[in-house]
């Protein structure tokens, strides 16, 4: 029924994509590519190849590519708050950290009850300004995407930074390994992954959906959806709220009500996704060695 890049499930995804669209690819030479976040003023993708310890930078207007930052923390996942500034999680610094307007690199939050943190993963800014950041152990399970260690809080959980005070706080503690984030167009539920099962052969492999009431406290949750090729990372929504998330085989495309619709096919194992362009219609794809770009007839949702 479509290109071989393409799986439809339901017919509601022929309006997500267009089946004669091309996945390009616009960038290899990666080990583990993430977190990719689009700034709109400078026409530019920054993402993160974690274990080289740089984080890259393609050039919407030439189509080159060149080092952003080397080292770089091991960053992970980045995003752009509402100041056009970069935010990243950092494996290395074990910390959420942020890129001023002048190159200068700050600490937003690297501890939690004086404990140092684990390894931030990925994160999202709310349009209130706070931070939202997973905090799973991978960064410290070996040298190869940060530096091996003992976890001094003993668990891995979700947390938010309170823009007021900066103070960091835990929202959500059940998680095995909590990993992409992001919320909702009108910032009413969040979404979480977990990739639990990557350390335990039945631990979970699916994003939960929560509520978020007006004081910034996550109430009652459900499991969105289970992944069904590897694990989920990270994922992005649309303006219309389906949920574009990463996985082994591609890019995989949900209803806001959890029902699959489709896939988009990549050859390598995606890590994570960002709606970038002047009308944030064109999807960014990291997957372990490169990065993939694909046009979409879909709008991405303004995260602030």
Known sequence: MADAEFEILDRAFLRCVRTSARVEKLFEGCRWAEGPAYFPASRSLVWSDIPNDRMLRWDET???????RQ???????????????????EHGGRRVSRTEHDGSVITIADRYDGKRLNSPNDLVVK??????????????????????????IGACHVYRVDPANGKCVIVADDFVRPNGIAFS?????????????SHAADGPRHIRVFEVD?????????VFATCNAGFFDGFRLDTD??????????VHCFQPDGTLIGKIKVPERVANLEFGGAKRNHLYITATTSLYALKVPVN?????
């Open 300 to 304: 991405g949702a303004k995260r602030f």
């Open 62 to 68: 030439t189509g080159a590519t060149g080092v952003f």
């Open 127 to 152: 349009s209130d300004g706070s931070i939202w950041f997973t905090d799973p152990a991978y960064g410290i399970d070996s040298d190869y995407e940060g530096n091996k260690a003992e976890s001094e």
């Open 241 to 250: 709220g389906r949920i574009w998330a990463s996985a082994a085989d591609g």
């Open 185 to 197: 167009p009108d910032e009413k539920s969040l979404y979480i992954a977990d990739t639990g099962a």
């Open 71 to 89: 080292p770089a923390g091991y960053s992970n996942g980045n995003t752009v708050d509402r100041e056009g500034r970069l935010v990243s999680c």
């Open 214 to 222: 007006e004081g910034g406290k996550l109430a009652k949750d459900r």
